[in-house]
């Protein structure tokens, strides 16, 4: 009857290999026949040629062998084409299929809408459908409507939030059929409805990545631009002068030349590193690296960058080697951007303190600053993927909300971290944790 022979039959779990749909669900016939040791009903199942047949079935328990007996009996054949297709649609499970009369009550139920919408055979059928909109659809006419343009059409499509019995809400993809007797009268509607909430969360997540995406293109092309205005100034003003003005011009404009130009390429590094990163395609050194000279050289290169001399930047002596494991050139590229915010968000200047300490097994490199701070409702995002926070009194800082996260996440993948120490109106610490090398 199945196709299958007795070699690829034995040892199979018959509901699998049959792919056996059930009135009900197929744990509570299990449930019955173990209980009262018999179940019977009408069953649809798979041949091996993929053609689905119904069967009669009768299933008893043999306690003593703890077996459960099947006799299915085809009776494809016997029963006539429109109930066979009632039980086919009776057992389809992923579509809620029903038929509505005229005025839209429900008059048939299948096994999928009740587990779409989660009313029972019983309490579904006499129901108008409009139940199944969020209260604001149903207001709004929308059930009605749709009724109205397939009497008209013949049908309509249409996606959009749907209401469980439990008041739990899906996102549905249906289609209404009107359905006409011989002599072309409307006799009521057909309604397939599929669950589809998954993809639409999923597409719903694409959307706002890729939102995202261009915002912080648009972040980076404006970043790019300022930078890029001093450079074509000081270029026309070179083109301008007189040999002798040019170079007086020289001494003025090398240092912010020089600090432009690694703006931009501390811009670009940084999408590279972020690209990498989201591509998994990000390879980390682990070499022993001592932190003293590192820090040392991020120091100097942010205070040769450092426009207004209006920061001291400090490194607190430490008059040992500080070992850790790591990639120098990540490490250094996180301390400079704590460096770069320290001095950006620090608009009043002051000092900006870099330690460096050794716990049991960590190296740990603060930087604190006494900027403007970090409002208390903003650190939990801080290190958010393109998150910056919006200061109303405090005018435009460069910056594409890129630093803390891919910091972060170098730290991280070295076997560090980086965490916010303290922060308040009167400066922020950060901290930079390193695995120490072994001694
Ligand atoms: P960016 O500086 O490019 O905006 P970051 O990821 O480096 O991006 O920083 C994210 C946000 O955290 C910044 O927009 C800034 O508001 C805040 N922030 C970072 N460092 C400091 C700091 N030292 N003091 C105050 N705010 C800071």
Redesign the pocket.
């Known amino acids: 009857m199945y196709g299958y022979s007795r070699k690829e039959a034995l040892g199979q779990v018959s509901a699998d290999l049959l792919k056996t749909r059930y009135p009900g669900s197929r744990a509570s016939a299990y449930a019955m026949v173990t209980e009262n040791g018999l179940w019977e009903g009408r069953l649809v199942q798979t041949r091996k040629d993929g053609v689905e047949i119904v069967v009669d079935g009768k299933w008893v328990l043999d306690p003593a062998a703890k077996l459960i007996l099947e006799v299915n009996r085809e009776i494809t054949e016997d029963l006539a084409s429109a109930e066979r297709f009632q039980i086919l649609v009776e057992s389809i499970k992923d579509y809620a299929i029903f038929l509505l009369d005229t005025e839209g009550r429900i008059r048939t139920w299948n096994e999928g809408a009740r587990r779409i919408n989660g009313y029972d055979n019983g309490e579904a059928i006499g129901m108008h459908f409009s139940v199944f909109y969020p209260p604001e659809d149903a207001e709004a006419g929308k059930p009605e409507r749709e009724l109205a343009v397939a009497r008209e059409t013949g049908r309509v499509e249409d996606e959009g939030w749907r209401v469980r019995k439990d008041g739990t809400r899906f996102f549905a993809s249906a289609v209404i059929t009107a359905l006409h007797n011989a002599s072309g009268r409307l006799t009521g509607y057909a309604k397939v409805t599929r669950d589809i909430t998954a993809n639409q969360l999923e597409r719903q997540r694409l959307l706002d990545l890729e939102r995202a995406k261009s915002a912080f293109l648009n972040l980076v092309a404006h970043e790019l631009r300022s930078p890029l205005t001093v450079l074509r100034g000081y270029l026309s003003m070179y083109r301008a002068s007189t040999p002798e003005a040019r170079r007086d011009l020289e001494e003025r404009s090398l240092p912010a030349l020089e600090a432009k130009t690694v703006e931009m390429s501390r811009l670009v590094d940084q999408m590279v590193e972020v690209a990498r990163l989201e591509e998994g395609s990000l390879r980390l050194r682990t070499d022993t690296v001592d932190l003293v000279p590192l820090i040392d050289e991020s120091v100097e290169l942010a205070r040769a960058l450092e426009e207004s001399p209006a920061h001291r930047l400090m490194f607190e002596p430490y008059p040992y080697e500080l070992n850790v494991v790591g990639d120098p050139e990540r490490i250094q590229m996180i301390l400079s951007?704590l460096l770069s915010?320290?001095i950006?968000?620090?608009p009043g200047g002051g000092d900006v303190i870099v330690r460096l300490e050794k716990t049991a097994n960590l190296a740990r490199v603060s930087v604190e600053?006494h900027?403007?701070?970090?409002p208390l409702t903003e650190q939990v995002r801080?290190f958010s993927r393109f998150?910056?926070?919006e200061?109303a009194n405090y005018d435009h800082?460069p910056?594409?909300?890129?630093?803390?996260?891919l910091s972060r996440e170098l730290a991280r993948r070295q076997g560090g971290d980086l965490v916010l120490q303290w922060?308040g109106p009167g400066g922020?610490s950060?901290a930079l944790l390193m695995p120490l090398a072994p001694s």
């Open positions: 951007n915010n320290a950006k968000y620090s600053d900027g403007v701070g970090i801080l998150m910056r926070v200061r800082v910056g594409t909300g890129m630093g803390l996260y922060s922020s950060f």
